[in-house]
């Protein structure tokens, strides 16, 4: 027995916050070098730095509708809904993760 996955963690023992999610969740699997980082921002997206600019910048581009999970495209890409597309492509995220985003998503997208 080791110690338990955080990936695995109940996502409703962790915070709902893209201050949580962005270091936790985005910035390890989705800023990477080829995709959502400062250096490479496929879709004009950069998922890595000042959560007040992300968020702005996933609200604005229509990736997040706060408070409409199932209206939000990103939950659509995580989620692997777009048959072209699932994201990330290399390793889709633990159900936990999304189950916290689409939680994040639901009760407002709170920075």
Known sequence: CG??????????ARPAVLSYIL?????PSC??????????????LVLEGDP??????LVRKGFVFPGVPEAS???????GRFVV?????DAPLPEGD???IERWIAEGAPP
Not at 52 to 57: N, P, S
């Open 3 to 12: 110690d338990a996955d955080p990936d695995d963690a109940d996502p409703a």
């Open 23 to 27: 270091p936790a969740i985005l910035e």
């Open 31 to 44: 800023a990477t070098s080829g995709c959502h980082g400062a250096a490479a921002r496929t879709a004009g």
């Open 52 to 57: 007040d600019r992300v968020l702005e910048d």
């Open 73 to 79: 495209p990103l939950l659509n890409f995580l989620r």
């Open 85 to 89: 597309l699932r994201m990330p492509p």
């Open 98 to 100: 999304i189950a916290l």
